[in-house]
């Protein structure tokens, strides 16, 4: 006979209360979604970050985005005065495939939560939002250059240098991986002296205050970026797990760097995919040796101080491509595979939503083993999900709370049309 798993009702934001609780005084909660295309995930992490922000002063978002797009929102959300139109039209900014992750309706409806909320708070407590990503070597290193030109410092000969010698490649940062795989010379040094010019120059004229803090901390994490991006698509040309690492090491870092600016009361809201947030220890993703930040955030902030927590559904419809770069759909998501963890939900629950605590499910010998867990990325074929989109987890390990919907619905995208950049999807459980 089947365990009975204890749950508490999902139906309305009060139903949170045991999440919140169980959160405490954590410094740092990681919100998951199964799918990049999902409504419930983005609304319920709205919903729990909303609270996390009024009732226990998290201070910042910072999302599976990239740095400078993310940027830009953060810096309108925190302006008097909404200079950027709406938020549909701010949001036109994420126009790397895939533009539905950060370009849709719910986000829109955060940002205008998040606009409301800032100007009721002075300017050194307003709540920002964050770019954990790597992806943008060429428009971070774009940011840099206008920055320090406007600055018109000591850091400007080192981004010249660093943009001229990237500017053979088209702006296209897999054409350079492939040009210097071979060849001993290749664009590190100069991204790297970037970096340290920047930093040298912060030590040199420290900021006063969070806002003017913050700029130059954004042109520093532009340059960390380009680094890191240059690192990233050498690896993700070499094949394997290195480039997940870069890029989820990357993520880390940013985090770290974010609750510094902050001070050392600062509190983080992560929001990413199941599969960066869930502590990669306890899933097949150890045996590639590959990390992620939920695993990183519990090793180096310690595991009291670090929440996280995992989504899922067992049916519905998604909003994804068939392959990368492909027009964006709104997919059929199949009932999930017997046996795995959204169908012994499913089973249980006979259709109602549920929120559970890993507290509680250690207590359950059956679920001290793998179970299958699926994952839906930015590109999905559910006539093959049975083959590639479940990742065997320890559910109570990985996560510390997991919220279950038993039917979703897609998410609702804005209308951007997307440009021609970005590297392809790696893994067929997420982007």
Not at 39 to 53: G, N, P
Not at 95 to 113: Q, S
Request: net charge negative; with cysteine.
């Amino acid at each position: 006979m089947a365990s009975s798993f204890p749950t508490y009702p999902l139906q309305q934001t009060a139903d949170l209360a045991p999440v919140l609780d169980a959160i405490g005084d954590a410094r740092v909660v990681l919100l998951g979604e199964a799918s990049h295309g999902t409504h419930e995930y983005y609304t319920w992490r709205a919903a729990l970050s909303k609270r996390l922000i009024q009732e226990k002063g998290f201070q910042f978002i910072a999302v599976e985005g990239d740095w400078p797009d993310c940027f830009a929102v953060n810096a309108a959300i925190k302006q008097d005065e909404v200079s950027y139109g709406s938020a549909a039209q701010l949001l036109q900014t994420f126009d790397r495939w895939p533009t539905w992750m950060w370009g849709n309706w719910e986000i829109a409806a955060l940002v205008d939560w998040l606009h409301r909320h800032n100007l009721r708070q002075p300017a050194e407590q307003r709540v920002g939002f964050y770019g954990l990503d790597v992806y943008s070597l060429w428009e971070s290193l774009q940011a840099v250059l206008q920055y320090v030109e406007k600055q018109g410092d000591g850091a400007v000969t080192a981004a010249r240098r660093a943009f001229s010698c990237f500017e053979p490649y088209s702006t296209d940062p897999q054409e350079y991986a492939r040009a210097v795989a071979f060849v001993s010379e290749d664009c590190q040094d100069e991204v790297t002296a970037v970096l340290r010019a920047l930093r040298t120059q912060t030590l040199q004229q420290p900021a006063v205050g969070l806002p003017e803090r913050e700029l130059a901390f954004g042109a520093e994490q532009n340059a960390l970026v380009a680094v890191n991006a240059e690192r990233y698509y050498k690896a993700m040309l070499r094949g394997g797990g290195a480039s997940w690492n870069v890029r989820d090491e990357h993520m880390m870092e940013t985090l770290t760097r974010l609750l510094d600016l902050h001070g050392p009361d600062s509190k983080a809201i992560i929001w990413a995919h199941n599969t960066h947030i869930g502590d990669a220890r306890f899933t097949d993703m150890r045996r590639e040796d590959m990390v992620n930040i939920g695993q990183l955030a519990r090793e180096q902030l310690g595991r009291d101080k670090v929440f996280s927590v995992g989504f899922g559904s067992y049916q519905g419809s998604v909003i994804a491509g068939k392959a990368w770069g492909a027009p964006l759909e709104s997919m059929t998501v199949p009932a999930a595979t017997r046996g795995s963890w959204e169908h012994q939900l499913h089973s249980q629950l006979g259709g109602d939503n549920a929120l559970l605590l890993s507290s509680e499910l250690k207590q359950i010998d059956s679920l001290s083993k793998a179970q299958g867990h699926r994952a839906i990325g930015v590109v999905y074929r559910p006539q093959f999900e049975q083959f590639g989109n479940y990742v065997p987890s320890v559910i109570p390990e990985r996560y510390d709370a997991f919220l279950f919907f038993d039917k979703t619905r897609a998410l609702h995208p804005l209308n951007i049309h997307p440009a021609e950049k970005g590297p392809p999807d790696l893994y067929p459980w997420g982007e």
